[in-house]
């Protein structure tokens, strides 16, 4: 969102009088924390796959990351498979290979 029109919902919504420069400070630390909250949410994923097969036994959690240009681990994937998924799976279904492709929006 443009300074701008932030201004302008602002003023309207809560009856504030903002100056350009204090929306574009705003604006600025915003990003900021959602950038920063996506940095922390990637340290913790590796927590998380760790959790996951610690507590839940024979399954299975990779994170993958890739190099960028500034030589930093950025998140490239992740795959994770329940064991109790695997076992019914094995025991009960036919054999299907699947593939399934989602899009992360953000850094």
């Known amino acids: ?3 701008r029109m932030f201004k302008v919902i ?3 919504e809560r009856n504030c009088n903002l100056n350009i420069k ?4 705003a604006r600025k630390k915003a ?3 959602i950038v920063e909250d996506y940095k922390e949410q990637f340290n913790i994923l590796y927590d998380y796959c760790l ?3 610690t507590k839940n ?3 299975t959690a990779v994170v993958s990351t890739k190099k960028n240009a500034n030589d930093q ?3 490239a994937g ?3 498979c329940l064991g109790p998924l695997k076992r019914v799976c094995l025991e009960g279904c036919r054999p299907v290979v699947s593939l399934d492709g989602c899009f992360i929006k953000g850094p």
Do not use: G, H, R, W
Not at 22 to 25: D, E, G, V
């Open 51 to 53: 959790e996951l097969t």
């Open 10 to 12: 602002v003023d309207q």
């Open 22 to 25: 204090m929306c574009q400070t």
């Open 31 to 33: 990003i900021a924390n």
């Open 1 to 3: 969102m443009k300074p």
């Open 73 to 75: 681990d950025e998140f």
């Open 78 to 80: 992740i795959y994770i």
């Open 57 to 59: 036994p024979y399954s």
